[in-house]
């Protein structure tokens, strides 16, 4: 018996040898290990096997079947690993330094600065509101205090319409009557201040140039309540404006007169880029002129339905206007206006964020 | 507007003070200083020279060679001046010294040593003569510093004058000089004057025929006037402030208006009988002395010699009676006048003055008496041989009311938000001209005429004129103390935000802005017409009007990108104008505007993607569902077979079209276009659909597929109207794929059985589908086979 086994085992490697997949490890096995495989015919040859002999050719055929089984099975494993490392091996590495496709739209950079800074006064607890493009001569004149014959009003700057009494709002001013007696019942009744701001389109009639536009963004803000001071507004445009430009910005005003504020202020900030000494961006002065901005008239509270003839202080507050288009030229280093409204992909495609 | 800080201070002494600080206050304070400029600083080593002899250049034709005696020494110079000649005393600089931009060094010219410079008033920057070298008064001692005969040396700043539009009494020095004091706590110094010495009883005839547009026209007749030449310090200021100087009268009438921001003219004496101030019956020529003839319209006041018209009043005089250098008599003007009028005249005649400009501004009629005397006082100081021939007339047909301002401290306590003093408040009023009345914390406040004209009538007023000489810098600053209460974010806002992140984001939008009226030159490249709608007034037709359309500006930025990619899509949300309201107003509305360009996508396929992102608009933000409807072409470019309508539940919010083929075929061959237009305020008006959360089912559903043969011209939702979702089960319908081969349409159904308590059964999903399968038969649906 042990010559038997011995010779199939012989056989058993030298086939086993050349097995490489999985099915012929498998006819192999069935070869050897089925109910009519080798070894079973060894163990039918037991029965001729003298009784005290028996025992141990028993004994022998098991240990080889083990033998065999345990061959079986690392052969199966290593089949295994061969054919991951062959599936791993025709694998692509890929390379993502290649050039992809990168689908992305873009925002209008108005849009973009316009966000920014809603978000800033939301923050602060503003009303963002929203105002027609057309308006009337009361809303956008009359109502701001600017009298008849202002200069504001002729014909050659502001963009008149053929319907009654209307025109192109030539600043978002005119949305602040509006805003008054749509938030002055709140103020009085539960004492809730207006804070809102309102950007919008304007329209100037001007030859158009690399720094002139006739279509343009503004945001005009107002904050009214009963003590409103010229020391908050103060305070609160060094606030708002360190907020926009993401640091401690110096602010300084000075007297400006326009017709809906009084006091009026030109606000100026510190040069961002010189930081005071003098450079080619703040024309040597260390100061850049910023936005007009101001207490807010007597006479346009009164049109707001804020204030009364016989109480006409009662409530004060003050008003301030950011050139939205300046602001996102400063902002994006933008050197001709002309790419906010011509529609050029170009450049417009440029303007990806948020 | 220059002005000189010599002249400042004749009227407010600023000994000591630092110049340039000061200014820059100035800035702070009142109006913007644009820039400084210092006189003189670079003209030094000048002196008074006398040209013992002048011979000829031997190698030059023009060239002289000088001795002259500097007072110190006797100096070579070679000069080319025409004027050099012995005898006469020049202003010369010595070497070492400097006028402008020249050093003065030793030079050979053309082989003649030269130590020195003969100089023009140029040269040294007192005019702008360059005729020849100056000649002064022999009286002059030889190397006297030409800085002790001409004031060279001054500062002058120049104010923006947008920046003093609402304060005319800074038109002038005397105005500014006001600041000044106040800036440094003094008050300013009275203005000498001279009082009329004339005691006959003659009156220069003046009528004013127009007293909505003359409020005041005072006047005096000088005769004799013998002197012709101003003196050097007025002459060198008119320079330094922008002004030539012409001539004597001319001077000073300039000086007076630089002095005192009152505008005066002068004419000819001998050229004026009658004086009448009135608009011109009817139009007619009229030439100024510029000597341009212009058109006088009816509406523009005139000054007239009796019937005769001498000058545009407030903006310019007459060539007929224009003071020449030997006019010896004249009539002044010293007036005052409607300023709308006179801006409105001037733009008119598209000839803004000097003179213009101040009265635009709205003047203090109170002034003109003031120059008048003013006038006479420098006209004296110059020519004593001069005689008044005439009484100071004086015509004032609209004085402003008087005003005063009442108000305390605590006002100005609480609009300031800090405490500025009472007396701060008193005195600072004062040096600007308010007299004020101080009792204990009450104040009454006196508006000087010369705010009082527009610029300062309520206590508002009075804060400004308090806070900007107290100074902002100086400011403690501080927040508010307004109650905690919530702002959020409109629903527009919120929605307008929505769209466009789902635009960029999800279809790689490109977001424009476009202008609100159509352009015809845009339009027409793509052979479309200006369609009629609310337009600008005042100019021509199909110019300023307005787009009733976002597709109007839309698709010719299409057509500008072109070229720039295959294929791209842009949108902006804008106003647009559908009319007019009942009441004749236009109806403004707010849109959002899509084109969808592609030159590698159909039609078709650009087409179901616009109904996507619709579909998909109306679902995120409302959570509705978009129906469609086609509808009538209502403009040029749009498609008559695919033009639809959107609606959410009935309530249309806008269309989507594909492009005329005419107008698509301009923009390019084989390309898509897909137009989608929505009305922002339709849709904010829809109610979104609330969030109706639903337990997942525990028990597994059943898919059931069917295959449809579609007829011709039959739309979906037809189809759809033979099963009914949320019925029976049928949890949900999706359509899994679409066959069309040109001849055949066919799409596959898959129906989505579900229960939330059991597991269905076959049979009665079989049920559900047998019935629809009759549904569809009624309609000529059937099974793809």
Redesign the interface.
Known sequence: MKEKIEVLRQKFQSQMAEVSDDSRLEELRLSFMSKKGAIQDLMKELSQIPNDQKKEAGQLINAFKQEVQSKFDEKKVEIAALAEKLLLDATESYDESMPSAC??????P??LIQ?EL?DIF?SM??????Y???V?DYHCFEALNIPK?H?AR???DT??????N?L?KSHTSAAQNHIMKKYGPKLKES???I?AVFPG?C?RNEAIDACHE??FFQMEGV?I?K??????L???M??MLSEVFEKDVTV??????FPFV?????LDIQCLICGGDGCPSCKNSGWLELCPCG?I??NVLKHGGINTEENP?EY?GFAFGLGLTRLAMMKYGVKDIRV??E????A??QFTSK | MLVSMNWIKDFVNLDGEDLEKLIKRF??????VEDIFYKGSDVSNVVVGEIISCENHPDSDHLHVLKVDGGDAIYDVVCGAPNARAGIKTAFAKVGGQVGDIKIKPAKLRGVESNGMCCSEKEIGISDNHEGIMELDPSYANGTDIKEIFPIDDVVFEVDNK?L???PDLWGHYGMAREFAALTGQKVKELEVMENPYTGDKTVDVEIRNNELCYRYTSVRVENITKTQSLDYMKIRLYYCGTRAINLLADLTNYLMLELGQPMHAFDGTKIGKIVVDTPKENCKFTTLDGIERDITTDTLMIHDGDTPVAVAGIMGGLDSEIKDDTNSLVLESANFDG?SI?KSA?RLALRTDASARYEKTLDPEMTMLAVKRFLKLLFDVDQDAQVASLITDVYTKKYPELSVEFDKK?ID?????DISADRIKNTLEALGFETKMDGENFVSKVPTWRATKDVS????I??EI??IYG??N????????????????K??IEE?AI?DL???A??????????WQDEDDLKAIELEVEDN?????FSENV?V?RNSMMQTLL??VN??KN??PD???F?VG?V?LG?NED???N?R?HLGIVLYSKTETEKTLYFRGVEIVNTIVDQLKHKKATYEKIEMTHAFMHPKNTSSISVKGEKIGTINTMYPKNLAKIAKNASIVMIEIDMDDLLKIEPKALDFKEPSKFPGIDYDLSLVIPEGLRFETIERCWKKGRNNLKDVSVIDVYDNGKVKSVTIRFHFENDERTLTSEEVQEVIDKTLLNLKDINVELKV
């Not at chain 1, 529609?343 to 170009?346: E, K, L, P, R, T």
């Not at chain 2, 400011?475 to 409109?490: N, V, W």
């Open positions: 689908p992305t739209g873009s925002y209008h108005i849009t966000r809603e939301e607890g503003f009303d963002v509101e929203d027609n493009e057309i009337d014959f200069p002729d014909m050659q963009y008149y319409l053929s319907t009654p209307q192109l004492g809730r201040p804070r389109r329209f006739n279509t904050m309540d003590d409103i001071s010229i020391s908050n103060i305070y609160f060094k606030t300084r005003l000075r007297p400006g007169f009084e006091p009026g202020f030109e207490m008239h007597p202080f004060t906010f409204n529609g050029d992909i170009n417009l495609s | 800035t702070l304070s009142t109006a913007e920046s539009t609402n304060r709308v801006r733009s006002f609480r609009y300031t938000g800090i309520m206590k508002a007023d804060v400004e806070t900007r902002y810098d400011f403690e600053i501080k927040t508010t103390l307004s109650p905690l209460l919530p702002a959020k974010t409109s527009l806002r935000n466009k635009l960029v984001k279809y790689a939008m490109n977001e424009v802005h476009s202008r609100i609310v337009k600008l007034l005042g300023g307005l010719p930025f500008k990108n720039v990619k791209f899509s842009i902006e106003r104008v007019t004749g107003t236009a403004e707010r």
